[in-house]
């Protein structure tokens, strides 16, 4: 059963730091992390290809996020830096069968459960 667990969600800080986690149950699928604020769409942050040779980051978060993957332990890391009150949202974590980081929600085939992530300034 395919199965995408996120963690790592809180409370912090403006100008704090938050490492997300996404643990599969599977492995080689490009993974996804998105955001929605209360609201809001679901909107792309950022995109690791399944080898971990391609990244792409939304703009709004340039700088200050990086994903990773540590293929030994399936799991995808979101490290989130200088965060903003604007980064308030729930964190999904998504797998996708593509080669290429895509930025449409559509386009990936599994979903996690979301974590929080709150941002007080």
């Known amino acids: 059963q395919v199965q995408l667990v996120e963690s790592g969600g809180g409370l912090v800080q403006a100008g704090g730091s938050l490492r997300l986690s996404c643990a599969a149950s599977?492995?080689?699928?490009?993974i996804g992390w998105f955001r929605q604020a209360p609201g809001k769409e679901r909107e792309f942050v950022a995109g690791?290809?399944?080898?971990?040779?391609?990244?792409d980051y939304a703009d709004s978060v340039k700088g200050r996020f990086t994903i990773s993957r540590d293929d030994a332990k399936n799991t995808v890391y979101l490290q989130m830096s200088r965060l903003k009150p604007e980064d308030t949202a729930v964190y999904y974590c998504?797998?996708?069968?593509?080669?290429?980081?895509?930025?449409?929600?559509?386009?990936?085939?599994?979903w996690g459960q979301g974590t929080q992530v709150t941002v007080s300034s």
């Open positions: 998504a797998a996708a069968t593509t080669m290429r980081v895509h930025t449409m929600a559509g386009a990936y085939n599994y």
């Open positions: 599977f492995s080689n699928y490009l």
């Open positions: 690791i290809s399944w080898r971990g040779t391609s990244t």
